[in-house]
């Protein structure tokens, strides 16, 4: 679904601008029968302004006093052109082309540097027929139900389950507030139906919400998308993984192990922390488990630059089920 999505934003971009023009020249339309003396002036200003370009290139004598008359006579023909719009009344820029963005006047480009709306739109189709999209709406702070976590302490955890939910609960907003300016990475581990995912979604409703560009990948589709850049030499894509502004993992651990995939989860870890592109990592491991699947390398790296949360629960079977209602509201 991600491969091709650069063309895809460009062609977005075209139909805006072709849009953009066609709404222009229904607005000379328009004007060329209701008030056609503008367009004369408008055409006036468009052969002064052919005048200045020659003169570039044509040596004329006392070059400097004819540009001066000329751009004279396009200010007096811009002031009549916008008083007789003004009096007619149409806005003063009625025959401007209009853009949605005017900072990069809908070309998604400022110079070589991408434009903030042009992460918008990749966000927005990025998610328009994900199944995610529909998670989201399930799974967010506002549906989060704390009562499902049990209030009893259980083993040797310091706190209840609830209790570690909200202080959970409470980073990850902290997280999410501060997500600009900081470069912390998260990974969220624990036994399955402990919560991991569900939060996981809020987070990134989250960040979307706010217009940052979360790439939500399970494991499995991760390692998919890994050899597709490794074998199929896909830019893209690879561009997309590297430089998003958080990755998420999720369900580490259930991919297919080949020497392939712990390669490159080492490469991913290492390049992502190196440039500091954040990561949250969410698995069922323990993790005694993490340590003897992963090689050292991965493991320290990701010990030692995420900051670690273990989600837990009661084993009682009806805060399971609880858990299951919550996602199903
Ligand atoms: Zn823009």
């Known amino acids: 679904m991600i491969k091709g999505y650069q063309t895809q934003i460009l062609d977005i971009y075209e139909k805006i601008r072709s849009k953009n023009s066609e709404e222009l020249r229904s607005r000379k339309k328009e004007l060329a029968e209701k008030l056609p003396e503008v367009l ?132 990850a907003l902290y997280y999410i507030e501060t997500f600009n300016s900081k470069s912390d990475n998260l990974f969220f581990y624990g036994e399955p139906g402990t919560g991991k995912t569900f939060l996981t979604h809020c987070i990134a409703k989250e960040l979307l919400n706010k217009g940052f560009f979360v790439l939500y990948r399970t494991a499995e589709n991760l390692f998919k998308d890994l050899r597709e850049i490794r074998f199929n030499n896909t830019p893209n894509l690879e561009n997309l993984i590297l430089n998003c502004d958080l990755l998420i993992i999720d369900d580490l651990g259930t991919e ?51 900051t670690l949360f273990n989600f837990y629960n009661d084993d009682d079977i009806r805060v399971k089920i609880n858990l299951n209602k919550m996602k199903n509201q």
């Open 40 to 171: 004369d002036i408008q055409r006036e200003i468009g052969k002064l302004c052919v005048k200045i370009t020659l003169s570039v290139i044509n040596n004329i004598e006392n070059r400097d006093s004819y540009l001066d008359e000329i751009k004279e006579s396009i200010t007096d023909l811009k002031i009549k052109k916008s008083e007789l719009l003004v009096e007619n009344g149409y806005p003063i820029d009625y025959l401007e082309e209009k853009f949605e963005c005017n900072k990069c006047n809908d070309t998604g480009f400022i110079g070589t540097k991408k434009c903030q709306c042009y992460k918008k739109k990749l966000v927005t189709l990025y998610y328009k027929n994900s199944d995610l999209n529909n998670v989201l709406l399930r799974e967010n702070f506002n549906t989060f139900n704390y009562s499902v976590f049990s209030n009893r302490k259980v083993n040797d955890k310091p706190l209840t389950p609830r209790k570690n939910m909200e202080d959970i609960s409470a980073k």
């Open 256 to 306: 297919q192990m080949s020497n392939f995939s712990i390669t490159e989860l080492f490469n991913l870890l290492n390049t992502k922390l190196l440039t500091n592109k954040k990561m949250l990592v969410n698995t069922n491991f323990s993790l005694d488990e993490l340590m003897s699947t992963y090689t050292d390398r991965i493991t320290s790296r990701l010990l030692g630059n995420f």
